[in-house]
């Protein structure tokens, strides 16, 4: 596999994926976890507040991991 010649496309593709994977993952334990305790109607609330709440999580975690770097936080 060739990897692309732009490394921020590459970077964009990961966060692109990482955002993807945890907006999924939210529905579907929110919706479970919600359809479990009260039905539908909350299970769907609940899929779509675990949903980003997990796409907060993840831009978090990207800040840290492709933010700037430390030498460049201290230079004005």
Do not use: H, W
């Not at 732009?6 to 993807?20: C, D, E, F």
């Not at 993952?25 to 009260?38: N, V």
């Not at 039905?39 to 999580?57: R, T």
């Amino acid at each position: 596999m060739e990897t692309p010649r732009n490394p921020r496309l590459l970077q964009r593709l990961i966060v692109a994926l990482a955002y993807l994977v945890a907006t999924v993952a939210g529905l579907k334990y929110g919706y479970d976890f919600g359809a479990e305790i009260s039905g539908k109607v909350l299970g769907v609330v609940l899929a779509i507040n675990s949903a980003i709440f997990c796409s907060i999580v993840v831009g978090m975690l990207v800040d840290r991991v492709f933010g700037p770097k430390a030498a460049a936080r201290n230079e004005p």
